[in-house]
């Protein structure tokens, strides 16, 4: 019993120590996917609701990652979604499915394709797949301008998520782009 | 220190506390969904034939023993992660060997037992790295078993339970620490169970996981310690002090969960002369949507 509990005490101590890992290396999305760091999703029969709320999402290609396009990586606590290309993304369907199945998402990632075309002071991409708007974000947007098709990997404000409409432009901040 | 100064408070900081059973995950790890659902049903299996007074083995010259089955069927709805029901309505199935007028005489009980529900309150927090909440869960034990025959399945009673729990998880690492306090109710026919003061640790390892099949396996070790007051039933006196110990292997895949606990008693000192709980035996099957 006395091991028992200096292996407890041990354990609560290194609670202290692992609690708060940073666990945001730069995440990038592969083409037709969308990547969510979310924080506590470490088991994924706790995130069993999670994986079924996002399962039932109408533009994830659920012939990928098993049978619902959903992949949780509980060592990254990341969770990746395949996503049918002509189809528009509702990241705030994405936000609420992560929130009530238990979790706090705290970055989305994407990777988008499309024309970017300068309309007024912003850089709006357009898919030519699912006609989706996105606003790119960023210094060198503007050098995007014009120059075809193209793929922009870029991170979607996490406190703006849950506000976006269906229909209005996603406003993405680039890390990244690569001609098509 | 702030993973400490929310554990430790939980662990020691309380000193009355409660809860249903030990550990079970379709009752704490999920569903954590809302409007999460889920049921299990959970075979757990105990006696002995050792005769204790107090900590001592003592001679047993009419065979005295115990052996209890109940097969439990678990419910759980979530409205959100914070507020939970539960509901754990047990099948008792048991018997023993009592001395009566110098003589060992048979008994035994089979049905409904003892309806608890509990109230699971929850608070979480969502790390980088790890997940982890606290809980506080009244119970209710309604006195649904029968009182009658030699061995009744229930003590007709109403029983007040809490508990406040801790768990702390990681991607490989699995705490839960319960705390809990049960006021048992006087009782029909002179059956009166003492008060029940209990705290279960489990510290478990996930060795195992596929993100595609949604498909793992955690192995823990239990410990249980659990103080009885000296109470009555219709063999003779109750209560006393227990600990003890064993493997919990857990597989699940998606929202089927398999459970198998064995657990061992190390240390027993009992009340007046009675048999021993001896190993117990879990097993359970839970199904979450």
Same mark, same amino acid.
């Given at each position: 019993?006395?091991?028992q509990?200096?292996?407890?005490?041990?354990?609560?101590?290194?609670?202290?120590?692992?609690?708060?890992?940073?666990?945001?290396?730069?995440?990038v999305?592969?083409?037709?996917?969308?990547?969510?760091?979310v924080?506590?999703?470490?088991?994924?029969?706790?995130?069993?609701?999670?994986?079924?709320?996002?399962?039932?999402?109408?533009?994830?290609?659920?012939?990928?990652?098993?049978d619902?396009?959903?992949?949780?990586?509980?060592?990254?606590?990341?969770?990746?979604?395949?996503?049918?290309?002509?189809?528009?993304?509702?990241?705030?369907?994405?936000y609420?499915?992560?929130?009530?199945?238990?979790?706090?998402?705290?970055?989305?990632?994407?990777?988008?394709r499309?024309?970017?075309?300068?309309d007024?002071?912003?850089?709006l991409?357009?898919?030519?797949?699912?006609?989706?708007?996105?606003?790119?974000?960023?210094?060198?947007?503007?050098?995007?301008?014009?120059?075809?098709?193209?793929?922009?990997?870029?991170?979607?404000?996490v406190g703006?998520?849950?506000?976006?409409?269906?229909?209005?432009?996603?406003?993405?901040?680039?890390?990244?782009?690569?001609?098509? | 220190?702030?993973?400490?100064?929310?554990?430790?408070?939980?662990?020691?900081?309380?000193?009355?506390?409660?809860?249903?059973?030990?550990h079970?995950?379709?009752?704490?790890?999920?569903?954590?969904?809302?409007?999460?659902?889920?049921?299990?049903?959970?075979?757990?299996?105990?006696?002995?034939?050792?005769?204790?007074?107090?900590?001592?083995?003592?001679?047993?010259?009419?065979?005295r023993?115990?052996?209890?089955?109940?097969?439990?069927?678990?419910?759980i709805?979530?409205?959100?992660?914070?507020?939970?029901?539960?509901?754990?309505?047990?099948?008792?199935?048991?018997?023993?060997?009592?001395?009566?007028?110098?003589?060992?005489?048979?008994?035994?009980?089979?049905?409904?037992?003892?309806?608890?529900?509990?109230?699971?309150?929850?608070?979480?927090?969502?790390?980088?790295?790890?997940?982890?909440?606290?809980?506080?869960?009244?119970?209710?034990?309604?006195?649904?078993?029968?009182?009658?025959?030699?061995?009744?399945?229930?003590?007709?009673?109403?029983?007040?339970?809490?508990?406040?729990?801790?768990?702390?998880?990681?991607?490989?690492?699995?705490?839960?620490? @319960?705390?809990?306090?049960?006021?048992?109710?006087?009782? /029909?026919?002179?059956? #009166? &169970? *003492?008060?029940?003061l209990? +705290? @279960?640790?489990?510290?478990g390892?996930?060795?195992?996981? /596929?993100?595609?099949? #949604? &498909? *793992?396996?955690?192995?823990? +070790? @239990?410990?249980?310690?659990?103080?009885?007051?000296?109470?009555?039933n219709?063999?003779?006196?109750?209560?006393?002090?227990r600990?003890?110990?064993?493997?919990?292997?857990?597989?699940?895949?998606?929202?089927?969960?398999?459970?198998?606990?064995?657990?061992?008693p190390?240390?027993?000192?009992?009340?007046?002369?009675?048999?021993?709980?001896?190993?117990?035996?879990?097993?359970?099957?839970?199904?979450v949507?």
């Open positions: 019993m006395r091991v509990l200096v292996i407890c005490a041990a354990l609560l101590a290194t609670n202290v120590a692992i609690a708060d890992q940073d666990n945001t290396a730069e995440i999305a592969e083409p037709n996917q969308a990547v969510i760091q924080n506590g999703i470490v088991c994924s029969f706790c995130a069993y609701g999670t994986e079924k709320n996002l399962s039932k999402l109408s533009f994830l290609d659920d012939s990928q990652f098993g619902n396009g959903v992949l949780i990586d509980i060592q990254s606590q990341r969770v990746t979604l395949a996503l049918q290309p002509d189809q528009k993304i509702d990241l705030a369907q994405v609420n499915a992560i929130k009530k199945g238990g979790y706090d998402p705290v970055s989305f990632h994407v990777n988008v499309g024309q970017v075309r300068k007024g002071d912003r850089y991409l357009t898919s030519p797949d699912s006609g989706q708007v996105f606003e790119i974000i960023g210094d060198d947007a503007g050098r995007l301008v014009d120059r075809g098709l193209i793929n922009v990997n870029g991170q979607v404000d703006r998520v849950a506000a976006l409409k269906i229909g209005q432009p996603v406003p993405v901040v680039m890390t990244s782009s690569a001609t098509n | 220190m702030r993973s400490a100064g929310y554990l430790l408070p939980a662990l020691f900081g309380f000193a009355l506390t409660t809860n249903v059973s030990a079970q995950p379709v009752m704490d790890m999920a569903p954590r969904w809302e409007h999460g659902y889920g049921f299990q049903i959970r075979y757990e299996s105990y006696g002995s034939d050792t005769l204790l007074n107090g900590e001592s083995e003592v001679d047993n010259p009419f065979n023993d115990n052996d209890v089955s109940i097969t439990w069927l678990e419910g709805y979530t409205f959100r992660r914070e507020v939970r029901l539960s509901v754990k309505i047990p099948y008792v199935d048991h018997h023993r060997s009592v001395v009566q007028n110098g003589a060992s005489v048979q008994e035994s009980g089979r049905g409904l037992g003892d309806v608890i529900v509990g109230v699971p309150l929850k608070r979480y927090k969502n790390d980088a790295a790890a997940t982890r909440n606290i809980a506080f869960t009244p119970s209710i034990r309604l006195p649904t078993g029968s009182t009658s025959g030699d061995y009744p399945v229930g003590d007709g009673s109403t029983d007040l339970g809490v508990s406040f729990s801790a768990s702390f998880e990681k991607a490989d690492l699995y705490q839960y620490y @319960d705390l809990f306090y049960w006021k048992n109710g006087d009782g /029909d026919r002179g059956i #009166n &169970e *003492g008060d029940e209990g +705290l @279960d640790i489990n510290i390892w996930h060795p195992y996981h /596929d993100n595609v099949k #949604n &498909e *793992g396996i955690f192995l823990m +070790l @239990d410990a249980s310690l659990r103080y009885q007051d000296r109470g009555q219709l063999a003779g006196t109750t209560g006393g002090k600990i003890s110990t064993g493997p919990v292997f857990v597989y699940y895949r998606k929202g089927i969960m398999f459970r198998a606990e064995y657990k061992y190390v240390y027993e000192d009992l009340y007046g002369t009675q048999v021993s709980r001896g190993p117990e035996l879990n097993v359970g099957l839970g199904f949507f």
